[in-house]
């Protein structure tokens, strides 16, 4: 038979217009639903660029916040007679909490995913998996309160370090919510990787760690970097955690030992009352588009990752 | 199917419907927004205006003193808690909007108080001796008397009345130094420096625990004296302020029975208990 439409045969027998009209009806929901995320992630958009924009265009807000203020100074002080943006030290805090926290974060996200999709008996996976998964799910404020009250002081006995809120602190604490973002990416790569490949390399005498090491893992590896960028995302615009534990002096320091202050900390901290319109309140909006869009790009190069792994998965 | 979808219906439906019920039947409600400093200061007000009024309803947040302002501007609350005086531009906005400028009422006073580790020794700090700390001039414990350690400072963030107030009052001109490690709350604070024997930070005087408060003097010439209420009222506790209601026109209906209780002798007796100090 040829007709038109294959797969009209399978509709089943009495459908009547209430029937379609229903189905319409629900289509129609789906769409909506669908393009709401995509609305609002638009108007977001739109309201964090037209927020900064002063800070490009507008000669009365450059005066006092230009880009070339942002270089200018070493200081980050914008409430005071004569208000500092200096990002400077905004950049490297951030920098500094990122880089520790990934340090921490990704041997332990990408060695655990290896553990369980290919060393966990499956019981062990089944209350590894869930545990992992719980800690996704604890309120980054209360991680930020446990890393304020409990881990400083672990940090500092460890250390010596002078300030107990520090970047290694915040990176540790850090590190804890976005664990659970790699672990859970890098299994699932894990896991999509045909068992054919790993009865292969057994077959050729490998053992199960350099199956998993350098058959599984090289063939998922898209996956465990989409997961990787994915915690880097979260780990650039994570916001309480840090406010928390990182003790938010505005220094230029490399040195995981001294305090910290983010991008993210800075606008939590200080748009609660900036005067609307101001030069600071266009100021921590620019500070907003610097992270959207650093945050943007991160999950593309995520996204490209993912579908380089479905291809050569499916090529397989 | 369809009978689960109607069963879900009447269930939202019914759920609408005591939510309204429940918002109608409250009529005597009042808002409070504001000053983080104020937040307990304002639940015990609440608490104990509650009980004697069965039916109102008082709901206190915070947010910090500009919050309070900002949401006292927008409409968004009946009564703003500020930890400083509003300042002109805010007045200015109040007026524009409603025709009047905000009415002030003081209800209690604060000693901005500082607080070292319970293991450290100093007693006592001049005004201008703080400053050098905030400022970063001094950054070792034993320029000022103490330990050969190293000094933590902490304090509030900039959105906090505490910090403007501080800044003003403490450190006039100048900038707080980069090195401040800035901390949301007071609450905050407190719990760093308890645990810090190289901290110090400052806050509203009701916060003090778990940590040492140290006396403060004006000057070399005048007495240290300690954030106790018989200092601040007199005025010889050099770094003590108001703190304040503000409203958007006259106090009337629930609103005024509310400010009348804060201002009544039991309502000044909450201020003591929570460890501010009273407005009269």
Redesign the interface.
């Known amino acids: 038979m040829n007709r038109p439409f294959p797969h009209a045969g399978l509709r089943p027998r009495g459908v009547g217009v209430g029937q379609r009209r229903r189905e319409a009806i629900i289509t129609f929901l789906l769409r909506v639903s669908a393009f709401t995320g995509v609305a609002g992630l638009l108007l977001i958009m739109v309201f964090v660029f037209m927020g900064a924009l002063p800070v490009l265009v507008d000669p009365e807000t450059q005066k006092e916040a230009g880009l070339a203020a942002f270089f200018a100074t070493?200081?980050?002080?914008?409430?005071?007679?004569i208000p500092?943006y200096g990002l400077t030290?905004l950049l490297t805090g951030t920098l500094k909490v990122v880089i520790v926290a990934m340090l921490f974060a990704v041997p332990i996200g990408v060695l655990s995913a290896v553990f369980a999709s290919e060393f966990a008996p499956p019981r062990l996976r089944e209350l590894l998996k869930p545990a992992i998964e719980i800690l996704a799910g604890i309120p980054s404020v209360v991680l930020g309160f446990f890393a304020?009250?409990v881990t400083?002081?672990w940090v500092q006995a460890v250390t010596g370090s002078?300030?107990?809120?520090n970047a290694l602190n915040a990176g540790f604490a850090l590190a804890l919510g976005i664990v659970p973002v790699i672990f859970t990416v890098c299994e699932d790569a894990l896991r999509a990787v045909p068992r054919s490949y790993r009865e292969a390399s057994l077959a050729l005498g490998a053992s199960r760690w350099q199956t998993a090491w350098s058959v599984t893992l090289p063939a998922a590896g898209a996956g465990v970097a989409a997961g990787i960028l994915l915690g880097l995302a979260r780990a650039v615009g994570e916001t309480m955690i840090v406010?928390?534990a990182s003790?938010?002096?505005?220094?230029?320091s490399a040195s995981p030992l001294d305090?910290a202050?983010t991008l993210s900390a800075s606008i939590?901290?200080?748009?609660?009352?900036?005067?609307v319109g101001s030069p600071h309140y266009s100021v921590l909006f620019f500070l907003g588009a610097l992270l959207f869009v650093t945050t943007f790009i991160i999950n593309v190069f995520a996204g490209l990752f993912i579908e380089r792994l479905r291809q050569r998965l499916r090529g397989a | 199917m369809r009978r689960t979808g109607l069963g879900i219906a009447v269930a939202v439906f019914a759920t609408l419907g005591v939510i309204a019920c429940g918002s109608s039947s409250r009529r005597s409600m009042v808002t409070l927004k504001g000053s983080d400093t104020m937040v307990i200061l304002g639940q015990r007000w609440a608490e104990s205006f509650m009980a004697a009024h069965p039916g109102a309803v008082i709901q206190v947040t915070g947010?910090?003193?500009?919050?309070g302002i900002?949401a006292l501007i927008n409409g968004t609350t009946d009564v703003c808690q500020s930890s400083r005086p509003m300042k002109d531009?805010e007045r200015q906005q109040l007026q524009e909007k409603y025709g009047n400028p905000g009415t002030e009422i003081l209800v209690a006073r604060d000693g901005l108080t500082l607080y070292v580790h319970e293991s450290n020794p100093l007693e006592a700090l001049s005004i201008a001796q703080i400053k050098s700390v905030y400022t970063g001039e001094v950054t070792n414990w034993k320029a000022l008397g103490g330990p050969d350690l190293?000094i933590?400072v902490y304090g509030r963030?900039?959105?906090?009345g505490t910090?403007?107030y501080f800044?003003e009052h403490v450190l006039g001109?100048a900038?707080?130094a980069?090195?401040?490690?800035?901390?949301?709350g007071t609450a905050?604070v407190v719990?760093?420096v308890s645990?810090?024997p190289?901290?110090i930070g400052y806050g509203g005087a009701a916060y003090a625990k778990g940590v040492r408060e140290v006396a403060v003097r004006k000057d070399e010439a005048t007495p240290a004296v300690l954030p106790k209420e018989e200092f601040v009222r007199d005025g010889s506790y050099p770094i003590s302020r108001g703190l304040f209601f503000y409203l958007r026109k006259a106090p009337e209906g629930g609103v005024q029975e509310f400010v009348s209780f804060v201002l009544s002798d039991s309502g000044q007796s909450v201020v003591t208990e929570v460890g501010y100090f009273p407005a009269r």
């Open positions: 070493p200081l980050w002080q914008p409430v005071g007679d500092k030290p304020l009250i400083a002081s002078v300030s107990r809120l406010l928390m003790g938010n002096a505005a220094l230029i305090s202050r939590a901290a200080e748009l609660a009352e900036v005067v | 947010g910090g003193s500009g919050t900002a531009a190293p933590t963030e900039n959105s906090s910090y403007e800044k001109a900038d707080f980069a090195a401040v490690q800035t901390l949301p905050a719990n760093a645990m810090d190289n901290g």
